[in-house]
C-alpha cells in the first residue's frame, strides 16, 4: 500500500529521478530510522587531485580562465587581449617570455575565486609585460591587477612597460602576502605599485622604478618595511604611505626620496602580551601631510626608535609647506617606549599644547642630539609617570615653547641642552622623584602650585628664572618628607619673580612640617606674598643664606616657633616691608 506524500516531496521525489539520483538529505545529522541503528555521518569527500597544469603554448589569451598554466621561454611572445583573467587557477610565466597587451587588455587575478600569478624571470631572461604593435606611451595598457583572492603570489625578474592608470598605477595590489622582486617599471602612468589599505607585500627588494609619475609606491604602513634601500626611483619622486598601523616588529629603510605620511600611522602592539615595533633607519625622511602624525603605545605595547648617531640624520617634516606648526607631530602614550638620537623634527607642533614631540602617561623615552627647528611647540611632556632615560645635547631653533612640561619631567632634562630666544612652560604638578631644574638662559614660566613630596629632593640650580603666575606656590613637604635645595651663586643667583609687578600676585616658597635638610643660597625674589616670601614650619630645618625680596607683600623670610633657621644675609628689598619675622624669645 502506498503512503501518500506531500506535495513537496513528490516535487522533490520527481526532480531527483529527472537528474538521475536519489533525493538529498539537508546537510547534519541522518534522521534517526526506528527499524535500524543510527548511522554516524560518512567521512567528508577527499581533497580532489591535483590537477595537472596546461603547459603547451597558448596562441593568444582572450578569455577568463580557471585552470593552472604554465608558459614556457620556448612560448616566445603571448598576445593578451580585452577579457583575459586568471580566477580559480594560477598562471607561471617563465624568463624570456613576454605578454604583448593590447590596448585596453590587462592582467587581473584572483578577482571572484582563489587564484595565483608567479612570475619567474631573472636578469639573464626577464619575463616582459608589454604593449602589443607600435603605439608605446605610458598607459597604453591596462596594467597588472592581484585582487583580493590572489594571495602569495610572487613576481621576479619582471619588466612592466607602457602600462598603468592614473586611478590604480601600474601593478595593483589587493591581495595579501604578495612579493615583488628585481622588477623593472618604466613608462608608465600613474604609480608604479599601488597597495591597498588593509593589504600587504612581503617583499619588494632590489627594483627599478623608471619614468613613473610621482609618488612611485603608494602602500600602507605594513608594506613600508618590504622595500629595500637599493630600490631605484626618479629623483623627483617619493613613497607615500597611507594612514594605517603597524603591528609587527619593522625596520623602514633609507631611500633616496622620502616618504611621504598621508595620514595617522598608529604603531601598537596586536594585544597586550606583544610589542609592535617601529625602527627608522639612519637618513631616512619622513614628510607629513597636515593631519598626519606617528602614535606610539595608546592602548597597547608598541615602541619607536629613531637613532642615526654619527650617521646621516633622520628627518621628520612638512610635506606642503616650510612654516610651524604644519604637521602633526609624534605622540608618545602610556604604553610607549620611544628613542630618537640625531632627529630633526621641522614644521611641526600644529596644537602648541603638544608640540613636535609629546609624551604622557608612564611613556619610556630617550632624546639626545636632536634639532627641534621651526616648530608651534618644541618637547611636551606631561605628568609626573615619565620614564626619561636620557635628555640631552638637543637644540631648540624658534620652537616656542621650548619645552611644555611637568615639574618632574622639568628635572629629569639634562643641563646640555640648547635654546634660542624662547622659554619654557612649566604646568602645576607634583615632583615625587629627585629632580634638578637647570638653567638654559631662558626664563621659566610657571603656571601653576608645585609640590615637593615622597621623600624626593628638588634641587633649583644656578641661574634659573622662575616667572610664576598669580597665586603660585612652591610646597615642600606638606605631606611626605621631601626636601629643596636653590643653589644659585653670586654671579648667578636664582630668582623668582611674578608675571605681574605688584606686592603680593604670588603665595610664598613654604616648607612645610615634613621637609628636611633645606637649604637656600642666592635667591631673589620679587612680588611674593603670604606670612612670608619664605615660610618655615615648625621644625623644620631651613639654611637661608643671601636672599632678599623686592616689593613683596611680608618680609622676604618667616618661621614658626621650633623651627629651625639658620639665616644669614637676608634682606629686605624696596616696598618689602621687613627681613624676617621669626617666633618671639627665638
Not at 555521518?41 to 580557471?66: F, G, I, M, N
Not at 631572461?125 to 603605439?135: D, K, L, N, W, Y
Not at 611637568?406 to 604646568?427: H, Y
Request: aromatic residues 6%; hydrophobic residues 40%; glycine residues 12%.
Amino acid at each position: 500500500m502506498l503512503t501518500e506524500m506531500r506535495p513537496g516531496l513528490v516535487a522533490l521525489a520527481a526532480l531527483s529521478v529527472a537528474c538521475g539520483g536519489a533525493p538529498q538529505r539537508p546537510e547534519g545529522r541522518a534522521e534517526a530510522n526506528p527499524n535500524m541503528p543510527d548511522r554516524v555521518q560518512p567521512p567528508p569527500p577527499s581533497a580532489a587531485p591535483r590537477r595537472a597544469p596546461v603547459t603547451t603554448c597558448p596562441e593568444k589569451l582572450d578569455e577568463p580562465e580557471t585552470i593552472d598554466r604554465v608558459i614556457g621561454k620556448e612560448c616566445g611572445t603571448v598576445t593578451v587581449h580585452p577579457g583575459y583573467r586568471v580566477d580559480g587557477g594560477s598562471l607561471t610565466i617563465e624568463g624570456g617570455v613576454t605578454l604583448a597587451f593590447l590596448p585596453g587588455a590587462g592582467l587581473a587575478v584572483g578577482f571572484e575565486r582563489p587564484a595565483a600569478l608567479r612570475v619567474r624571470g631573472s636578469a639573464e631572461a626577464p619575463v616582459r609585460f608589454t604593449i602589443s604593435g607600435e603605439a608605446r606611451y605610458a598607459g597604453a595598457w591596462r596594467g597588472l591587477a592581484l585582487y583580493e583572492h590572489a594571495d602569495g603570489s610572487e613576481i621576479a625578474g619582471l619588466v612592466v612597460e607602457y602600462a598603468g592608470n592614473n586611478m590604480r598605477g601600474t601593478i595593483y595590489v589587493q591581495a595579501q602576502d604578495v612579493a615583488i622582486d628585481d622588477t623593472t617599471v618604466r613608462d608608465c602612468a600613474g604609480v608604479a605599485v599601488h597597495v591597498t589599505s588593509k593589504r600587504r607585500l612581503v617583499s619588494f627588494a632590489h627594483n627599478k622604478l623608471e619614468r613613473v609619475s610621482a609618488p612611485a609606491l603608494l602602500l600602507p604602513p605594513s608594506s613600508v618595511a618590504a622595500i629595500s634601500a637599493d630600490t631605484v626611483f626618479p629623483a623627483d619622486s617619493e613613497v607615500h604611505v597611507l594612514g594605517g598601523l603597524v603591528r609587527d616588529r619593522v625596520r623602514w629603510s633609507a631611500l633616496t626620496v622620502p616618504y611621504v605620511l598621508g595620514g595617522p600611522v598608529e604603531i601598537e602592539g596586536a594585544d597586550e602580551d606583544s610589542e609592535a615595533l617601529l625602527e627608522l633607519s639612519p637618513g631616512t625622511v619622513l614628510r607629513f601631510d597636515d593631519d598626519a602624525y606617528l602614535t606610539v603605545g595608546y592602548d597597547r605595547p608598541a615602541a619607536l626608535i629613531a637613532e642615526a648617531e654619527g650617521q646621516a640624520p633622520i628627518v621628520m617634516t612638512s610635506a606642503t609647506k616650510q612654516a610651524a606648526g604644519t604637521w602633526r607631530g609624534v605622540n608618545l602614550y602610556k604604553f610607549a617606549t620611544a628613542s630618537f638620537a640625531n632627529v630633526r623634527f621641522v614644521y611641526g607642533g600644529q596644537r602648541v599644547d603638544r608640540g613636535a614631540l609629546y609624551a604622557n602617561g608612564e611613556a619610556r623615552l630617550s632624546v639626545k642630539g636632536c634639532r627641534f627647528k621651526d616648530n608651534g611647540g618644541g618637547v611636551t611632556l606631561q605628568g609626573g609617570a615619565l620614564r626619561i632615560g636620557g635628555f640631552g645635547g638637543n637644540t631648540f631653533e624658534r620652537s616656542h615653547p621650548a619645552f611644555d612640561v611637568s615639574p618632574q619631567a622639568l628635572g629629569l632634562l639634562g643641563p646640555d641642552n640648547t635654546l634660542d630666544q624662547t622659554r619654557i612652560r612649566l604646568e602645576g604638578g607634583t615632583v615625587a622623584r629627585d629632580a634638578v631644574w637647570h638653567d638654559y638662559g631662558v626664563p621659566i614660566e610657571a603656571y601653576g602650585a608645585v609640590t615637593v613630596d615622597s621623600g624626593a629632593t628638588l634641587t633649583i640650580a644656578a641661574g634659573v628664572e622662575l616667572v610664576v603666575q598669580d597665586g603660585f606656590t612652591l610646597g615642600v613637604g606638606e605631606f611626605e618628607a621631601a626636601t629643596l635645595k636653590i643653589l644659585g651663586t653670586a654671579e648667578a643667583p636664582v630668582s623668582i619673580v611674578g608675571t605681574s609687578d605688584r606686592r603680593g600676585t604670588w603665595d610664598a616658597i613654604r616648607l612645610y612640617e615634613r621637609s628636611h635638610g633645606n637649604v637656600i643660597e642666592h635667591l631673589k625674589l620679587r612680588n611674593a606674598g603670604g606670612e612670608g616670601a619664605i615660610n618655615v614650619a615648625i621644625g623644620v630645618d631651613a639654611a637661608v643664606r643671601d636672599v632678599t625680596c623686592d616689593r613683596c607683600f611680608s618680609p622676604t623670610l618667616a618661621w614658626a616657633c621650633g623651627a629651625k633657621v639658620a639665616a644669614e644675609r637676608v634682606t629686605a628689598g624696596a616696598e618689602t616691608p621687613a627681613a624676617t619675622l621669626g617666633c618671639e624669645g627665638d
